[in-house]
């Protein structure tokens, strides 16, 4: 690395060494330094307001909205403005990391293992490129430490649990399902 004396003659590098911001400088920064911490409150705030508004949202689209419609027995009404009101199922689930064995397990037992995904990959260091080129069967072999990672994809495991429920299926303990409606509005 070279010094600032083989860049620079001996005037240059005693004007950069004594260098001092000036007040203005100074000034500019603090006031920037000011607009920064405001820009960022302000960021904290509207993302404050955004949630609360995505849980008034979630409320009347999801317990309110349903609950109206059920109690007078309409699932779709067509609104004054236009739109048609519906109520349609969704469907939410996840498996706890301490299930994930059981549940897998349960999955490929019952015919229903090809939803799994699996993740295969190695960590190399720098410099060994061409051995990161060779296929996973060749890894073990070369000595690295490979990782076979299995995952179900969120929509995936989603519509897994719609078509088991919806097809009368009970699915096992290992598994966190939610059921709910939810108002829609089609324009």
């Not at 083989?6 to 607009?35: C, H, R, T, Y």
């Not at 609950?67 to 403005?81: D, Q």
């Not at 037992?109 to 295969?120: A, L, M, P, S």
């Amino acid at each position: 690395m070279s010094s600032l004396e083989d860049l620079f003659d001996e005037n240059m590098v005693s004007e950069i060494e004594n260098w001092e911001p000036s007040d203005k400088d100074l000034s500019d920064i603090g006031q920037l330094a000011s607009k920064l911490i405001e820009c960022q409150n302000e960021v904290k705030q509207q993302e404050e307001q955004l949630a609360l508004a995505k849980s008034r949202l979630k409320e009347v689209q999801e317990e309110a909205l349903p609950a109206a419609m059920e109690k007078t027995g309409l699932s779709e009404i067509k609104l004054a403005t236009g739109e048609k009101l519906s109520i349609d199922r969704y469907y939410g689930a996840s498996i706890p990391a301490e299930n994930k064995e059981q549940a897998f397990e349960w999955l490929r037992d019952t015919g229903n293992g090809d939803i799994i995904k699996h993740t295969v990959g190695v960590d190399f260091k720098k410099g060994e490129g061409e051995s990161a080129e060779r296929a996973y069967e060749l890894l073990r072999s070369a000595g690295f430490e490979a990782k076979d990672e299995e995952k179900i994809a969120p929509p995936t495991l989603k519509a897994f649990v719609r078509v088991e429920v919806e097809e009368g299926r009970t699915l096992p303990p290992h598994f966190n399902v939610f059921i709910g409606q939810r108002a829609k509005i089609k324009r």
